[in-house]
């Protein structure tokens, strides 16, 4: 039967990789990178947070990296839902309020408006996996320091 330990850091790697596929996947993109540009205050840097992401183990030393990794990450994620998200619409030229800018061409307008619909949901997995790997962290932590208190149920948090 494989250690508890054992469990929690495949666990914990596969949340990472999660995070990582599906930040390159839809976020490390020219479009959206591009729309990152004009966000005020947009201090984190996608392709830091993916190269840091892209650990393939995580020792006690990446801990450390993975929870500023998981800060940075939050930060953006909220500057993308106060900026981006209320006007990704008319960023993304397919907005009816603005049909003077609207795209012309349909596939551009088809892709783009599948992006705007999945785009808060995206932001949400993203969010999601964060805390499921802050759970982790802050479980692990625990574990390491021997603390006494309330400790977090690993696979609890994870199953919810």
């Known amino acids: 039967m494989a250690s508890t330990g054992y469990t929690e850091e495949r666990t914990l790697s596969l949340l ?18 591009i729309l990152l540009e004009d966000i005020p205050g947009n201090e984190p840097d996608m392709h830091e947070i993916l190269g840091l992401l892209s650990y393939q183990t995580i020792s006690l030393e990446d801990r450390q ?69 802050k759970c982790y962290l802050k479980c692990s932590s625990e574990k390491i320091s021997n603390s006494p208190g309330i400790h977090c149920n690993f696979k609890k948090k994870l199953l919810h």
């Open 65 to 133: 990296k993975l929870k500023d990794i998981i800060i940075l990450l939050d930060h953006l994620v909220s500057i993308i839902k106060r900026f981006l998200l209320p006007v990704i619409r008319e960023k993304l030229r397919i907005s009816g309020l603005v049909p003077e800018k609207q795209l012309k061409d349909r596939d551009e307008r088809i892709r783009n408006g599948f992006i705007a619909s999945v785009f808060p949901d995206n932001l949400e997995r993203i969010s999601l996996i964060s805390d499921k790997i």
């Open 16 to 33: 990472i990789k999660e995070l990582f596929e599906l930040l390159t996947f839809y976020f490390s993109q020219n479009w959206f990178l």
